[in-house]
T-cell receptor, first 114, second 112 residues
Framework: ETGVTQSPTHLIKTRGQQVTLRCSSQ?????VSWYQQALGQGPQFIFQ???????GRGNFPPRFSGLQFPNYSSELNVNALELDDSALYLC?????????????FGAGSRLTVL | AQSVTQLDSQVPVFEEAPVELRCNYS??????LFWYVQYPNQGLQLLLK??????LVESINGFEAEFNKSQTSFHLRKPSVHISDTAEYFC??????????FGAGTRLFVKA
């Protein structure tokens, strides 16, 4: 059973640029969620994808967008980067089957915006 | 909307002492409750969960949490902590298969 893998692990961008983060879900999972974790804070829910469609979104602006592919892998895209976007971005996969949506997390992608 | 409050940002404790990490939640509907742990330089992982049934749930490494519906709490306890329990602990709530909301976290620091 493979876990959740994210790439890249670290990256540095400048304000105004665009970034794409990638995630491979755990085998057998059909749902992927993305979270932003700023330093010293808890993970903040960005959005969740199920069957390749967004089925829930947190309080993030439209410049945060995502995709889920038929193999359940996923991308998080952030346009027009701002300094406050600097954070650890976590991908988590799960299986919606009435089991409470237990999340399996990747190690994260740490984004620094200069 | 759901929310989670972790009442303590940091909890220092001596090895072999008991510990309680407090968590309160707010929700107008039934929720699932979780504790996740983040060890230094590692990703988040599930510690324990409450979905239904017995209100007392246990983890494999000696932690337990009790769901108290009247007080909307899900406090985490361990009767005797070890140095290796040093980590950040996050309480979380989820409605069905929908989004999971996390608290701000409690940093448990176990001293020798």
């Amino acid at each position: 059973e493979t876990g959740v893998t994210q790439s890249p692990t670290h990256l540095i961008k400048t304000r105004g640029q665009q970034v794409t983060l990638r995630c491979s879900s755990q085998s057998g999972h059909n749902t992927v969620s993305w979270y932003q974790q700023a330093l010293g804070q808890g993970p903040q829910f960005i959005f969740q994808y199920y069957r390749e469609e967004e089925n829930g979104r947190g309080n993030f602006p439209p410049r945060f967008s995502g995709l889920q592919f038929p193999n359940y892998s996923s991308e998080l895209n952030v346009n027009a980067l701002e300094l406050d976007d600097s954070a650890l971005y976590l991908c988590a996969s799960s299986h919606i089957d009435g089991g409470g949506n237990v999340l399996t997390f990747g190690a994260g992608s740490r984004l620094t915006v200069l | 909307a759901q929310s989670v409050t972790q009442l303590d940002s940091q909890v220092p404790v001596f090895e072999e002492a008991p510990v309680e990490l407090r968590c309160n939640y707010s929700s107008s509907v039934s929720v699932y409750l979780f504790w996740y742990v983040q060890y230094p330089n590692q990703g988040l992982q599930l510690l324990l969960k409450y979905l239904s049934g017995s209100t007392l749930v246990e983890s494999i490494n000696g932690f337990e949490a009790e769901f108290n519906k009247s007080q909307t709490s899900f406090h985490l306890r361990k009767p005797s902590v070890h140095i290796s329990d040093t980590a950040e602990y996050f309480c979380a709530v989820s409605v069905g298969g929908f989004k999971t909301i996390f608290g701000a976290g409690t940093r448990l620091f176990v001293k020798a």
